[in-house]
């Protein structure tokens, strides 16, 4: 009897370790995923990269763009230290001064009166990196929302096992284009989406909220001209690291990005439009009317 119940009982848990690992709902599944890299990403570069971007951008206006590799902050490093090879602590003012301090902490340099080009490249992969500030926690996140989703488990996703935004990324994440997603696309799928939102909320605590109008005369597919021209990719959407390349206010994008997940589709600048085109509408019904001559006799 006693043998039995624990075969009952270790089947039981064995069940539920099951249907922890195969929810009914894969989109929500891997949303809680993508949510939890985001959060963990969010934690590990905010404190550094958004006093970069924030000191950066006051600094030197539209020449901070939004580097996205360890070797893109080469830029940032040219920035504030000029054509040398070395960025004095004695240059650094202001805000730059906390910063030179926070790099030669990370690399635990010691009273160093410079940092080298190479040296800052190395703080920029462990701390500011938005692909690589979750560290390999990241792909164990990829890897498990993989596993769930290859429900025949013969290690590709084949178009029915694809969730929503894979299916809407398909052209981007299928990279050798066989119609099916491998563990290594999966992953970099999974990466781009994870670095993308914790873009948009590292952002929006640099730039903070704000409103703003789309401009732009409205284009072929019901969205203004620059839409196109932003789209440098030519995917049908435009990345957050497109916006910033062009120079525009982050603000608008971050008001524009409703579902925040660093992607602006035509569809969604379409819903936009026409929230902002009710709210405006509502807003004329409620102002009061303006008093005739008539009335103020």
Same mark, same amino acid.
């Given at each position: 009897?006693?043998?039995?119940?624990?075969?009952?009982?270790?089947?039981?848990?064995?069940?539920?370790?099951?249907?922890?690992?195969?929810?009914?709902? =894969?989109?929500?599944?891997?949303?809680?995923?993508? $949510?939890?890299?985001?959060?963990?990403?969010?934690?590990?570069?905010?404190?550094?990269?958004? %006093? #970069?971007?924030?000191?950066?951008? $006051?600094?030197?206006?539209?020449?901070?763009?939004?580097?996205?590799?360890?070797?893109?902050?080469?830029?940032?490093?040219? %920035?504030?230290?000029?054509?040398?090879?070395?960025?004095?602590? $004695?240059? $650094?003012?202001?805000?730059?001064?906390?910063?030179?301090?926070?790099?030669?902490?990370?690399?635990?340099?010691?009273?160093?009166?410079?940092?080298?080009?190479? +040296?800052? !490249?190395?703080?920029?992969? @462990?701390?500011?990196?938005?692909?690589?500030?979750?560290?390999?926690?990241?792909?164990?996140?990829?890897?498990?929302?993989?596993?769930?989703?290859?429900?025949?488990?013969?290690?590709?996703?084949?178009?029915?096992?694809?969730?929503?935004?894979?299916?809407?990324?398909?052209?981007?994440?299928?990279?050798?284009?066989?119609?099916?997603?491998?563990?290594?696309?999966?992953?970099?799928?999974?990466?781009?989406?994870?670095?993308?939102?914790?873009?948009?909320? &590292?952002?929006?605590?640099?730039?903070?909220?704000?409103?703003?109008?789309?401009?732009?005369?409205?284009?072929?597919?019901?969205? =203004?001209? #620059?839409? &196109?021209?932003?789209?440098?990719?030519?995917?049908? !959407?435009?990345?957050?690291?497109? #916006?910033?390349?062009?120079?525009?206010?982050?603000?608008?994008?971050? +008001?524009?990005?409703?579902?925040?997940?660093?992607?602006?589709?035509?569809? +969604?600048?379409?819903?936009?439009?026409? !929230?902002?085109?009710?709210?405006?509408?509502?807003? @004329?019904?409620?102002? =009061? =009317?303006?008093?005739?001559?008539? &009335?103020?006799?």
């Amino acid at each position: 009897m006693r043998l039995l119940l624990s075969v009952n009982c270790a089947l039981l848990v064995t069940a539920a370790a099951l249907g922890a690992e195969t929810p009914d709902n =894969p989109d929500q599944y891997e949303e809680k995923l993508v $949510a939890r890299a985001t959060e963990r990403a969010v934690r590990a570069i905010k404190s550094d990269r958004v %006093l #970069w971007v924030k000191e950066l951008e $006051a600094a030197f206006p539209n020449r901070v763009g939004n580097p996205t590799k360890d070797e893109d902050y080469v830029a940032w490093f040219a %920035l504030v230290a000029g054509k040398g090879d070395e960025w004095r602590r $004695a240059d $650094a003012t202001g805000g730059f001064a906390e910063l030179f301090d926070k790099v030669v902490q990370r690399l635990e340099l010691g009273p160093v009166p410079s940092i080298r080009r190479d +040296e800052f !490249q190395k703080y920029a992969r @462990r701390a500011l990196v938005p692909g690589q500030a979750g560290g390999t926690e990241a792909h164990e996140d990829a890897d498990r929302a993989f596993r769930v989703l290859d429900r025949d488990g013969d290690g590709v996703l084949a178009p029915a096992e694809f969730t929503t935004k894979l299916r809407d990324d398909r052209l981007r994440a299928d990279a050798d284009g066989n119609g099916r997603i491998d563990r290594d696309e999966y992953r970099a799928h999974f990466s781009t989406r994870a670095s993308a939102a914790a873009d948009v909320v &590292a952002a929006k605590a640099a730039e903070g909220t704000g409103t703003g109008k789309p401009t732009g005369r409205t284009g072929k597919g019901g969205v =203004p001209d #620059w839409f &196109a021209d932003l789209d440098a990719d030519r995917d049908g !959407q435009i990345a957050l690291s497109e #916006w910033r390349k062009a120079g525009r206010a982050i603000n608008l994008y971050l +008001e524009m990005d409703l579902d925040a997940d660093g992607l602006l589709t035509k569809e +969604e600048y379409q819903r936009f439009a026409r !929230q902002k085109e009710q709210a405006e509408a509502n807003d @004329r019904r409620t102002e =009061p =009317p303006t008093p005739t001559k008539q &009335a103020m006799k």
